[in-house]
């Protein structure tokens, strides 16, 4: 191939700038610090990785655009990102166009890799899916913690949201619970008194709160300003170090599904490296991203070759051990599957790891 | 056969009457004029007559059609346009761009075929009526502009016309539509004794070539006494006196109210 | 009952944050005759700001809250000074003023973002989050202050424009620049002065949206919610900004509350679309029929 | 007092005041005139600074003056424009009292409104009304009472008869009389040519931007040229 | 150096965009009507054009015209109620409706919700695309130079004016929406064609203010100048892709000093037709010839 000398090139896309730069700017940190180790360390059969990473403004239209010059102009072998699925699910076509692997890090909208029951070949991914994550939050709600009435509060203009919601409510109701208040509210919203005040005469056990952290802070403090009591839960859009300074107290004795235990042992050394060098903690998406790249390298390890159709192949199906797990891709999903997820409840402004826990 | 009839017009703004249950008509053909002091309410008739306001009473009679409260666009269409005291051109196109909007008045094409005729080889276009139409309406641009003496200034800005040009443009822009009847308010104002005296002759032939009736709201005294058929002289809202420039001349409320001596006209 | 005055509470209260914003933004309206879309982006400067002043230098809380006013003035300053008036002296149409703005509201937000950062920060407590409580009703304290900022500001204002000589000036510079400098108006300085009054209330309102809420790069969007208000009002008029403002708080939390949190946004611009259909210029816009 | 010198002004292309100089003397009634489009309104407003000068320098009691309106103003220029331009959405009062804007002396200027007021009764009816909705003649009293409302040394007038009732035509010129028995200077543009001729002392005929004639006003009145181009044929009075 | 496949992605949805740009060329540089409601009607167009062919099996091109007709006809309902409206009133009621719609789509599980519907046909390529936008171009330019299009610019002008000599104001400001709206919704459906995916968040308002920054970007009342300014705004922030997160602050700079620099936008009221070039060629020469002669 065309690779100039002894270097390859990984693309990442996602949003550095606009309002998710958050999660991008840290999965780009992320993606980086790990090739920039992976070279240290004699690099990838033989050569130097280099990481393009491109801005989407968490844009689908901007992402289609970043992904054909990544592969077209720059010849990345394979994409990191996006983190999101109106990102991922307008790119596949390029992808199996130019035949490029990509794998998405928190996309979680089934239809990133299957749709109309069709796998798509070039997309993978190494978060739950929205079903599986929502299936996960309402079994553990009602089968372990014992709660019936449950209400939901969602951002509508969130794919992310609307899907846990979907799943959540499914399976609450299945199983024989009873979802008391759903509420909406829109991206951007910094009241939900209105919604709140709604929920709190509904007087449920427990509140869904699928989004993320900032919406989680705000609409927890209020909730509790208005004498709501009941148990919070959200998703893996909570965990960060952020929530309980911008929370404090509101969030005591929550519970959040999240991908791993942030204390686990196994954990601690990107934790730390990460920390040490940007001077701040990771998002969760630097978790996910880091696993994604280890899943890369070893789908091209395994392949034993830079070329995508083979990368492709080599992922179908892959097994590794990564910071968020176990995590094996299944061959007809392109998803990890069977991940467990980690039950973490909020104690004393901690997170503190409860349980492994699968839906049944 | 009157154009215009006027019954018991009023028009009050808030509490205050500014036009008090004017009667008067405009003969066809004729050159009417309307006068009197300062806030007489001269402009708000022309308001009322081209459905800029909505009367508060009375009736306005058209070619033997009720119009009151009709809106602008339709009281154009039938045939009646003006200019206005404090200027409204379109100010940011040529001299030329204004008249040949005015001109639209005079085709029928749709917006279909201008669609289709607009970009296609001559020998397509030349029989549609898009064309014939776009080619009358540049001849007759052309043909205002050359009355009024605006041939010059055809590719100034409207906008930086000195004053006395625009008003003409304003006159030529009103001609566009062919009127049956053509409102003149303060057509004079910021011309000169010989621009105005050009003038009176342009209003003169102007109804002659376009077999048009004009009224007319002046201050200049020389002009309304030259070309007025019979004048109208408003005060305070009410009338207060109508007839021959002659008569009206002669009155000596009228005198009193408006003209001051009469050494004016 | 006691959920329903509870819902008028919360109408109030965001009614109270879009307020704040709304008569800045209108103040620069009623001179400049633009939205002013860069007003959002001071407001997002004005809580960085007040959040530095006090995490960072330790300022205590009123030092902070009007040093960040004052900065956000000059920043509006600024604004004015690099992205209008360059159009001003040209005499452009106002659309262009309104692009330029929409520039300068980009240019702001992913400047924090490239530079410090697109984390949301936490205000140190100063008030109580505790609410006052009144039996089964809570009441924010910041909730409290703001409305009481609001009115006060609003008071204040519409002194000063209806009741001084500088205010005739400034209105008189909105109709008519040249006009008003054949009066000795120096217009110049009446619009740095519009601008950096717009500027403060935006300081203000920054740091008070910043404690009730956090602070992160797209706080300017929420003015997006003002500015709908005050047109809702009237534009140009600051009583009516407040009025809008107000309305539009309520009526968000009632059809949350009672109709359909969903379809929220829906049912108030539909109410919108009514009121504007009914009375063309707003609730406290003035109707004037066009002198020809 | 006044001294415009070698003026030159353009608008992009278009040369308007091609090498100007007019000048005017403490306690005179100056007029100007000349045809439409002549450039008369372009000289007052480059005096006030609302038009820049690509050349020539203007002089007020031997300063040189800048070219800042408001500054202008502050020194005692004070323009009634062309068109009017009254602050539509203000009322008739606030309209006035912005006139006085630059003054500090509350009574006096309170005497003033009523002077204005006495001179134009029909303002005083009108005190609260908004200005746009005045007829035009009403504006163009408006506009004549707040420029008197400043109290300027030298008062420069854009065709004050513009839509003015003869009888008050008769009255704007008796006040420009009164104005200059006050010791006030005036610079007079006008279409009423003979009118503005009648009460000058001097008279420059301007035309395409030059100055082509200048001199006593009794002397340019009688000029057959002017009496032609500007006077009108029938010489009325 | 620059990939034919990268760049031919940029055509493409230069292209696209160019059709709402175009749209809200006529309706505010050339009716004087602001509008931050075009993303909505790209919506419109995008979800009807998506439904027609993946629900109703209809043909590619009616369904993007019945996108685009869709979409007109709301503006039509949007348009009878709020036309009145001056100015920035105009202004919210559309920003109000482009919201509502998203909003709608958001809550609308049929077509996905804010998940957004993914797997529709692929059907936009270069050569549809350049052939749709050279006949939207040629029928807006036949438009404009017709009493119809100058109708709207002397209602943009002067109003009142405008209804004295006959033309009545509200209907072709209604016109000018309509065909806006129409150009915005074929727009909508080629851009879903293309991504092979919807989702009402891409047609937010920064998408709607986007629109209206290019159109006065490329310069008010010039067809040419939406072209231009279509092609410049969409390949910019590819230009600038290399700054990563800077790329967005410069973006922001570019706007306001092309605004201040030029604020007649780039081409501002002036058109580049074959006639301009052909007097520029011979002006050229001519003056080539008499430096020659010298
Ligand atoms: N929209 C309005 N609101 C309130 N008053 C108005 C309005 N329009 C006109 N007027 C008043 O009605 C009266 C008549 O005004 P109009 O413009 O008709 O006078 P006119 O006869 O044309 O005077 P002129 O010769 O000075 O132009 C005036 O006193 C004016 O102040
Ligand atoms: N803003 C402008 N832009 C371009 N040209 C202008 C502008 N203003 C005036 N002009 C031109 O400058 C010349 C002088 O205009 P000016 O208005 O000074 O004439 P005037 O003598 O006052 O005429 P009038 O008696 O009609 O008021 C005219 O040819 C006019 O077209
Ligand atoms: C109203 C919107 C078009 C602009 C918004 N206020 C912003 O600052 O981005
Ligand atoms: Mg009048
Ligand atoms: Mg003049």
């Not at chain 2, 709201?217 to 309304?224: S, T």
């Not at chain 3, 960040?68 to 209008?84: D, F, H, K, T």
């Not at chain 3, 047109?231 to 309305?247: C, E, K, M, T």
């Not at chain 5, 920054?213 to 892709?241: C, D, H």
Request: net charge positive.
């Amino acid at each position: 191939k065309k690779e100039a000398g002894d270097v390859i090139k990984v693309g990442w896309i996602g949003p550095l700038s606009g309002d998710q730069a958050v999660w991008g700017q840290c999965e780009s940190n992320a993606v980086k610090m790990f090739f920039e180790e992976l070279n240290n360390n004699g690099g990838l059969l033989g050569k130097k990785v280099e990481v393009v990473a491109y801005d989407t403004r968490g844009d689908g239209t901007e992402a289609v655009n970043a992904v054909r010059r990544l592969t077209s102009q720059d010849k990345v072998i394979a994409i990191i990102g996006p983190n999101s699925s109106g990102q991922a699910i307008p790119i596949s076509s390029i992808l199996e166009e130019m035949k490029v692997p990509d794998i998405a890090t928190v996309a979680t909208n089934p239809k990133v890799t299957v749709v109309d029951g069709k796998v798509k070949p070039f997309n993978f991914r190494i978060c739950f899916i929205d079903p599986y994550q929502g299936a996960v939050a309402a079994g553990y709600a009602i089968d372990v913690l014992g709660f019936k009435k449950a209400a939901i509060l969602y951002d509508i203009g969130d794919d992310y949201s609307q899907g846990l919601t979907q799943y959540f409510e499914e399976t609450f109701t299945k199983k024989g619970g009873q979802v008391v208040a759903k509420e909406g509210f829109k991206t951007g919203d910094v009241d939900f008194r209105p919604q709140l005040t709604k929920i709190k005469a509904a007087n449920p056990d427990i509140i869904f709160m699928p989004y993320y952290y900032k919406e989680v802070a705000l609409s927890a403090k209020q909730a509790r300003e208005l004498g709501i009591t009941a148990t919070l839960m959200g998703g893996d859009g909570w965990p960060s170090e952020q929530l309980m300074t911008m929370a404090g107290d509101a969030v005591e004795g929550s519970y959040i599904i999240n991908h791993l235990d942030f204390d686990d042992p196994e954990v601690q050394p990107f934790r730390n490296k990460y920390k040490q060098k940007f001077g701040k903690d990771s998002e969760i998406n630097g978790y996910l991203a880091t696993d994604a790249c280890t899943l890369l390298v070893e789908a091209i390890k395994k392949a034993n070759s830079f070329e995508g159709e083979k990368i492709k192949e080599a992922l179908e199906g892959i097994e590794i051990k990564g910071i968020t797990g176990n995590i094996k891709i299944g061959k007809d999903t392109h998803n990890p599957e069977n991940k467990e997820a980690a039950i973490i409840k909020i104690e004393n402004g901690k997170y503190k790891f409860v349980e492994k826990y699968a839906v049944k | 056969m009157n154009i215009l009839q006027v019954n018991g017009l009023t028009k009050q703004f808030g509490g205050l009457t500014a036009v008090n249950d004017v009667t008067f008509d405009v003969e066809r053909g004729s050159i009417t004029g309307l006068i009197g002091p300062n806030g007489a309410g001269k402009t708000t008739i022309f308001n009322l007559v081209t459905g800029v306001y909505k009367v508060t009473g009375g009736k306005i009679v058209f070619d033997g059609k009720e119009i009151q409260n009709e809106e602008a666009f339709k009281i154009a269409n039938m045939g009646i346009t003006r200019t206005f005291q404090n200027i409204r051109l379109f100010k940011r196109l040529t001299v030329y761009e204004n008249v040949l909007t005015a001109c639209q008045y005079n085709a029928n094409y749709s917006l279909f075929e201008a669609m289709v005729f607009g970009l296609v080889p001559k020998k397509i276009k030349r029989n549609s009526r898009f064309y014939r139409e776009e080619k009358l309406l540049k001849e007759q641009a052309e043909e205002l502009m050359e009355i009024l003496g605006l041939q010059d200034r055809r590719n100034f800005i409207a906008n930086n016309l000195p004053y006395g040009f625009q008003r003409r443009l304003e006159i030529a822009r009103a001609l566009a539509l062919r009127p049956k009847l053509l409102l003149l308010d303060e057509p004079a104002a910021g011309m000169n004794p010989e621009e105005t005296e050009k003038l009176t002759e342009l209003i003169a032939f102007i109804r002659d070539k376009f077999d048009l009736s004009v009224l007319l709201i002046e201050h200049h005294m020389d002009l309304v006494m030259e070309i007025c058929d019979k004048i109208v002289v408003l005060n305070f809202g009410c009338k207060l006196a109508e007839g021959t420039p002659k008569e009206i001349q002669q009155n000596p409320e009228v005198q009193k109210a408006y003209l001051g001596g009469g050494n004016n006209a | 009952m006691s959920g329903f005055i509870q819902q008028i509470i919360n109408g109030l209260s965001i009614g109270s944050v879009y307020a704040l914003m709304a008569v800045g933004y209108s103040l620069v309206y009623s001179i400049m005759n633009f939205s002013n879309f860069a007003h959002g982006g001071i407001i997002m400067f004005g809580a960085y700001f007040g959040f530095f002043f006090m995490t960072l230098y330790k300022f205590p809380f009123s030092v902070a809250f009007i040093a960040s006013g004052i900065c956000a003035a000059l920043m509006a300053i600024l604004v004015e000074r690099v992205a209008y008036k360059p159009l001003r002296d040209r005499r452009a149409p106002f659309l262009y003023f309104i692009i330029s703005a929409m520039g300068v509201s980009i240019f702001l937000e992913n400047i924090i973002i490239a530079t410090i950062g697109p984390t949301f920060r936490t205000y140190p407590e100063v008030f109580s989050a505790q609410p006052i409580k009144i039996g089964n009703l809570a009441i924010g304290r910041i909730d409290l202050t703001m409305f009481i900022i609001s009115a006060v500001f609003l008071v204040l204002l519409i002194y000063l424009i209806d009741h001084t000589k500088i205010g005739k000036a400034i209105q008189a510079t909105s109709f008519n620049m040249k006009a008003s400098a054949l009066m000795g108006i120096n217009t110049d300085f009446i619009i740095l002065l519009v601008f950096g009054l717009g500027g403060f209330l935006a300081g203000l309102a920054g740091v008070l949206f910043g404690m009730k809420y956090t602070v992160y790069p797209q706080i300017g969007n929420i003015t997006l919610k003002s500015f709908i208000a005050a047109v809702f009002g009237g534009l140009g008029s600051l009583q009516g900004a407040v009025i809008g403002s107000v309305l539009l708080g309520i009526i968000e939390t009632i059809t949350s509350g009672y109709i359909s949190s969903q379809y929220r946004d829906l049912i108030a611009f539909v109410l919108l679309i009514f009121i504007l259909v009914v009375r063309p210029m707003g609730l406290m816009g003035k109707v004037t029929e066009d002198k020809a | 007092m006044l001294k415009v010198k070698n003026l030159h002004v353009y608008y992009g292309g278009i040369h308007a005041l091609k090498g100007i100089n007019v000048e005017v003397n403490q306690g005179e009634i100056v007029t100007i005139i000349g045809s439409n489009g002549a450039g008369k309104s372009t000289l007052l407003n480059t005096i006030t600074g609302i038009v820049k000068p690509k050349e020539g320098e203007i002089f007020y009691k031997g300063e040189k003056l800048s070219l800042i309106p408001h500054k202008i103003v502050a020194k005692g220029i004070c323009q009634v424009p062309e068109g009017r331009l009254v602050f539509a959405n203000l009322t008739v009062k606030d309209n006035l009292l912005l006139g006085a804007y630059l003054r500090k002396d509350k009574a006096e200027i309170n005497k003033d409104l009523q002077n204005v007021y006495e001179i134009f009764p029909r303002l005083k009816e009108r005190e609260k009304q908004m200005a746009g909705t005045l007829s035009g003649g009403e504006q163009q009293m408006l506009a004549i009472g707040r420029a008197l409302m400043g109290r300027p040394e030298i008062m420069l007038l854009d065709e004050p008869s513009l839509g003015l009732a003869p009888l008050l035509v008769d009255t704007i010129f008796k006040i420009i009389l009164d104005i200059k028995k006050m010791g006030k200077t005036i610079l007079l543009v006008e279409q009423n040519a003979f009118k503005a001729l009648e009460i000058a002392d001097r008279a420059y005929v301007l035309e395409q931007g030059r100055i082509t004639l200048e001199g006593g006003a009794k002397d340019i009145a009688s000029d057959p040229k002017v009496q032609e181009a500007y006077l009108g044929k029938r010489v009325v009075g | 150096m620059l990939s034919w496949y990268y760049l031919k992605g940029i055509i493409m949805l230069a292209g696209i965009y160019l059709l709402p740009v175009l749209g809200l060329s006529l309706l505010t540089g050339f009716t004087g009507l602001f509008s931050f409601g075009h993303a909505g009607f790209m919506a419109i167009g995008g979800y009807t054009t998506a439904f027609m062919m993946m629900k109703l099996e209809v043909p590619f091109i009616p369904a993007i015209l019945m996108g685009g007709l869709f979409a007109a006809f709301f503006s039509f309902i949007i348009g009878k109620l709020t036309l009145k409206l001056k100015g920035d009133y105009f202004c919210i009621a559309t920003l109000g409706f482009g919201e509502a719609i998203r909003l709608l789509l958001d809550n609308i599980q049929y077509f996905g919700g804010a998940r957004g519907w993914p797997g529709l046909p692929l059907k936009t390529t270069l050569i549809t695309v350049i052939i749709i936008d050279i006949i939207a171009v040629i029928l807006l330019r036949n438009i404009i130079r017709s009493r119809h299009g100058r109708n709207m610019i002397a209602v943009r002008e002067e109003e009142l004016a405008s209804s004295i000599i006959g033309i009545d104001t509200f209907k072709y400001k209604m016109i000018s929406l309509v065909i806006s709206a129409f150009y915005a919704g074929v727009g909508g459906g080629l851009l879903g064609t293309y991504l092979g995916f919807l989702q009402p968040k891409i047609f937010s308002l920064t998408r709607s203010t986007e629109l209206t920054i290019i159109v006065i970007f490329g310069g008010l009342g010039s067809l040419t100048g939406s072209v231009v300014g279509t092609i410049l705004l969409i390949a910019l922030p590819e230009i600038l892709r290399s700054f990563a997160n800077w790329r967005l602050v410069v973006y922001g700079v570019i706007v306001v000093f092309i605004m201040i620099a030029r604020p007649e936008g780039l081409m501002g009221g002036k058109e580049l037709s074959f006639d301009v070039l052909r007097n520029l060629f011979r002006k050229r020469v001519k003056e080539a010839k008499a430096e020659g002669g010298k």
